[in-house]
């Protein structure tokens, strides 16, 4: 059975520095790793989707890590603005296109 | 609008009644999902739909729930006798085709609060 898990459950930085936030899976046999940002009351906003053939996936102040054999990804938000306080969460899909999500990061950007 | 929207956003019902949440997704887009966040916990993985069919509802948790979809579109998620531990936020979202390496776009949730 999929296991999702997200280190740090909770992160406190100040602006400008750089945020990594670390997700881990148990079984390799992904077809993607997609990051979301929920912000509170709301649902969630796709950041980034890395297939399974991929390495790293970018978008803007965004980059996100993939090493299927180690069952690892990593979100690096560079230069953390107050707005980027959310939280985020990683999702693995099987090929049914199934999610199994971790428990999510909550992050906080103090100005 | 051009997200996925979902009605109500917020229902308080009492123990026992059945209540019916509603997710229109996005124009075009044939697959379909519903998750519930409870309190505390991570996001669930409920049902899928391809269309009007659903091959996979491994994560309904009991007989109360239910789901359909109509003409490609509108989702309906029925829970029958409501339990206390239905409390949630039930989220629906919808992407392309067939889903696996799409990204999948979320609605705002409706809040399920069961006295």
Redesign the interface.
């Given at each position: 059975k999929q296991e999702?898990t997200q280190i740090p459950a909770a992160l406190s930085v100040p602006e400008g520095e750089n945020l990594v936030l670390n997700c881990s899976f148990t079984d390799s046999a992904i077809?993607?790793l997609?990051w979301?940002r929920q912000d509170p009351?709301?649902?969630?906003?796709?950041l980034l989707?890395i297939?399974s053939s991929q390495r790293e996936q970018t978008s803007g102040r965004l980059n996100a890590s993939l090493d299927k054999s180690s069952g690892r990804s990593t979100l690096y938000i560079a230069a953390s603005q107050p707005g980027d306080s959310a939280t985020y969460?990683c999702?693995v899909?099987d090929?049914?296109?199934?999610?199994?999500?971790?428990?999510?990061t909550q992050v906080v950007v103090t100005p | 609008g051009a997200g996925v929207s979902q009605s109500p956003s917020n229902k308080v019902t009492e123990k026992g009644k059945d209540v019916e949440l509603r997710c229109d997704p996005i124009s075009g887009h044939t697959a379909l999902y519903w998750y519930r966040q409870s309190l505390g916990q991570g996001l669930e993985f409920l049902i899928y739909f391809q269309g009007n069919s659903a091959p996979d509802k491994s994560g309904l948790p009991s007989d109360r729930f239910s789901a359909e979809r109509t003409g490609g579109s509108v989702s309906t998620l029925t829970i029958q006798r409501t339990q206390q531990e239905d409390s949630a936020v039930y989220l629906c979202a919808s992407s392309l085709g067939k889903g696996v390496n799409q990204p999948q776009h979320f609605g705002d949730g409706t809040r399920l609060s069961i006295l």
């Open positions: 999702v077809y993607n997609q979301f009351g709301k649902g969630l906003t796709s989707l297939q969460l999702a899909t090929s049914w296109g199934k999610f199994q999500f971790g428990a999510g | -």
